[in-house]
DNA sequence: ATCGTTGCAAACGTTTTGCATAAGG
DNA sequence: CCTTATGCAAAACGTTTGCAACGAT
């Protein structure tokens, strides 16, 4: 099977849901018995205003720092985020060693093309590609539960500048 | 983590290959300069008589410890490895927060389905994978160098043994 | 009044680095 | 000889943990 996926390289679009991610986490915390803080409506507030992918540090960038209100530790932040993805909001995945963070709760599935030359994340969807994973599981009867795609190499912006600039090519 | 590809699906078999890992090896420290040390003849004995994948540590722990003759310090060890991935012997990704090597030179490209439970890693390929790298990275304009796959989820042991053992399920 | 949560500091595991010494070419 | 490589110790890095004080329910 080929693979033509039709649509065009443009974003993909948040999906309708009947909570807010607010409203999804709080729904978490009293099943589990967990407490709704400050911190961490904060931090719902903070993430879900954001770009899709970051990372803890982008993250602590962001926020108030140490003298201000809101501020929230690091600590803080690691276990939240942890938090958000074990109650779905947030999809977590490792790059170049460290975790980085994205919309899960509201956001299609998609798998990402990145450039190693300017780390960036570029996003795409393909069904033959749950396809395949389907198949190869079937085939070693292997109860498939989740999967990480990733495509590396050099977007189109970077190609261009390549003639003079030289950089760090692979991972 | 372990690498017993199970029963059914066969094992990949090596690919013919002119030259031993250690000939391609001393080719690419000629072109670079570099030096054949004891070090590095030992570590490409030891890493081409081994199992698939492994880790830093794994390799440390099969290696003469600090009285020994042909002890390897730790560093060596990382910096020797880098260096095999450079001269294309291994191959390295990321599994829950470290690097895995895999054996590269004379080895068919695969990907890898990842059981969360016992943390063993079974090797499949798919040529569709390939025709799928090369279509979205051709509606993205992007250069696609390499890529991974890895789909998590429960070995066929390990979903058998279920009922009553209980560990983490995911990563 | 509980009991989960926070911030702090300190630890963690993995990988890297600075430097003096050793050794390949 | 000249330079790269090694081992040591220590640092770096991202992340986690123990604990006492705090705060939500």
Redesign the pocket.
């Known amino acids: 099977m080929t693979t033509e996926s039709t649509k065009n390289p443009e974003p993909l679009e948040a999906i309708a849901v009947s909570m807010t991610p607010l409203q999804r986490f709080e729904e978490y915390l009293q099943s589990k ?8 409506k904060f931090l719902i507030e903070q993430v879900f205003n954001r770009h899709e992918h970051f ?3 982008q993250l602590m960038e962001q926020l108030p720092s ?1 003298g201000s209100a809101n ?6 932040v ?3 985020l ?1 938090e958000f993805v074990d109650a779905g909001l947030l999809n977590r995945f490792e790059l170049d ?3 980085v963070y994205e919309h899960d709760y509201g956001y299609p599935e998609h798998d990402h093309l990145y450039c190693t030359k300017c780390r960036k994340l570029i996003e795409f969807t393909s069904p033959e590609l749950l396809q395949i994973r389907e198949s190869v599981a079937k085939l070693h009867r292997f109860r498939a539960r989740d999967h990480r795609f990733i495509i590396e190499g050099t977007c189109d912006e970077c190609a261009k500048l390549r003639s003079k600039g030289r950089r760090q090519d692979r991972v």
């Open positions: 018995s967990l407490r709704n803080t400050e911190q961490r990372d803890a540090d140490k501020y929230v530790s690091r600590p803080t690691y276990r939240t942890r060693g460290r975790s």
